[in-house]
């Protein structure tokens, strides 16, 4: 399999994560995913991924597509985690239970 099939197959791993968390309703006290540090943070990484794969050329391209795509599933796993929880804490807590301010 050439690289080109590996890059299209790794974002077709991406956007079903993407399709995966978008189910996950958003919920009372979640912040957005982009207005998190571990958003940042995978971007920054992935960012200097790219840059030495591209522009260093001490980077394997196969092994630069492995990296920032576990990176990508790993932080929507993370993401789609946090968010079930906070379904659950609202379940057990019920509908006529206040929410904290």
Same mark, same amino acid.
């Given at each position: =399999? %050439?690289?080109?099939? /590996?890059? &299209?197959?790794?974002f077709?791993?991406?956007?079903? =994560?993407?399709?995966? +968390?978008?189910? $996950? /309703? +958003? =919920?009372? !006290? ?6 998190? +540090? ?5 971007? @920054?990484?992935? !960012?200097? @991924? #790219?840059? %030495? +794969?591209?522009? %260093? &050329? %001490?980077?394997?391209p196969?092994l630069?597509?492995? #990296?920032?795509?576990? #990176?990508?599933? #790993?932080?929507? !796993? ?6 079930? $929880?906070? !379904?659950?804490?609202?379940?057990? &807590? ?8």
């Amino acid at each position: =399999m %050439n690289i080109f099939k /590996k890059i &299209k197959l790794a974002f077709q791993a991406r956007q079903l =994560m993407k399709d995966a +968390t978008k189910e $996950v /309703k +958003t =919920m009372d !006290g979640v912040k957005p995913g982009w207005k998190t +540090t571990e958003f940042w943070g995978k971007t @920054v990484v992935q !960012g200097v @991924v #790219i840059y %030495n +794969t591209f522009f %260093n &050329k %001490n980077l394997d391209p196969q092994l630069a597509v492995q #990296i920032v795509s576990t #990176i990508e599933a #790993i932080y929507h !796993g993370l993401r789609a985690l946090v968010k079930a $929880v906070q !379904g659950l804490k609202a379940q057990v &807590k019920g509908p006529d239970t206040p929410k904290p301010a």
